[in-house]
């Protein structure tokens, strides 16, 4: 566990969002910068990772806030998120369900869904709906499709660890696609225990309809990512048994990458320089990748 000195700049513009969302005062903000600059200073990033740092400072933005431990920073973001997303559910259903390939463009449809990403893109800085306008017009640097496909359709137990809202209003669709080629599947998706930058919690799950192709839980991670040691006994059991495992987004490739196992497959935007070395594939890119092709860096 160690934090790349390339992730520093990110978790300073991280913080910078933190400040905007939480609306802290100069004072209060200076204070939360030294806070997380302190947990960095004290470890040399050693024993860590971001998704750590990040916890800790949205727990300190929280307080410094003022607005009570059940405060959502990113509450009014990610339901807003959510809205717009579902504004093009119709269309999307409709390509996929037209389409001579329908599974094919539903994971494709699910990874350039992973654009709506408040962890790699400053608060403001992001266009949602034009971004779900030029969906079409992404492509993928690495596409482990048909080994996906085929496992899948072998498979009793899906376990799909979601990472955005807004986003997970299309992991519905792709769902709702793996479900109709294999009706006897069953799928759990597995949500953030508590809210962190704008990663989907219970609420927001239901907010898109995912309880409506799925069981829905909670996976008791509480950071932007899924560190397994730090799961719930259930979410952990689930891990073990399920015959597929879908990752999406940044956050738990970077958590799940050194797990190997060929059961799970990433899905997610390549959105930095980190991420583009670690995985092989240029920024900007989608990616489905199978696990236990890469070693972690």
């Known amino acids: 566990m160690q934090i790349p000195a390339g992730c520093y700049s990110c978790i300073f ?9 939480t609306g802290l005062d100069g004072k209060s903000a200076k204070m939360l910068f030294e806070h997380s600059m302190r947990q960095l ?21 929280i307080a410094l806030s003022g607005k009570g431990a059940d405060y959502d920073p990113f ?9 717009t997303a579902l504004q093009f559910v119709d269309e999307f259903r409709n390509k996929i369900r037209n389409s001579p390939e329908p599974l094919q463009d539903a994971v494709k449809i699910a990874a350039a869904g992973n654009i709506i990403d408040f962890g790699a893109k400053q608060h403001g800085s992001l266009d949602i709906e034009k971004e779900l306008s030029t969906i079409s017009e992404r492509s993928f640097g690495c596409f482990d499709f048909a080994e996906l496909s085929r496992r899948l359709m072998l498979a009793g137990k899906l376990l799909y660890i979601c990472d955005n809202a807004g986003e997970i209003v299309f992991d519905r669709l792709f769902i709702e696609e793996i479900r109709r080629s294999n009706p006897g599947l069953a799928v759990t998706c597995a949500v953030r225990a508590m809210p962190v930058i704008n990663d989907a919690v219970l609420s927001d799950a239901y907010e898109a309809g995912l309880q409506e192709v799925a069981v829905v839980i909670s996976s008791g ?22 015959d597929v495992i879908i990752s999406k987004g940044q956050g738990n490739f970077e958590t799940l990458l050194d797990v190997a196992d060929e059961r799970l497959f990433f899905i997610l935007r390549i959105k930095c320089d980190q991420m583009a070395k670690l ?14 092709k890469l070693s972690p860096a």
């Open 13 to 21: 513009e991280q913080l910078q969002s933190l400040v905007k969302v």
């Open 75 to 83: 509450g009014a973001i990610k339901k807003q998120s959510n809205v």
């Open 221 to 242: 991670s509480v950071y932007p990512g899924t560190l397994l040691d730090e799961t719930s006994d259930e979410f952990r059991r689930l891990f073990d048994n399920a």
């Open 279 to 292: 995985s092989g594939v240029a920024k900007g890119e989608l990616v489905l990748m199978q696990g236990g």
């Open 41 to 61: 200073l004290d470890t040399h990033g050693e024993g860590l990772v971001v998704q750590h740092i990040i916890r800790s400072a949205t727990d300190r933005a």
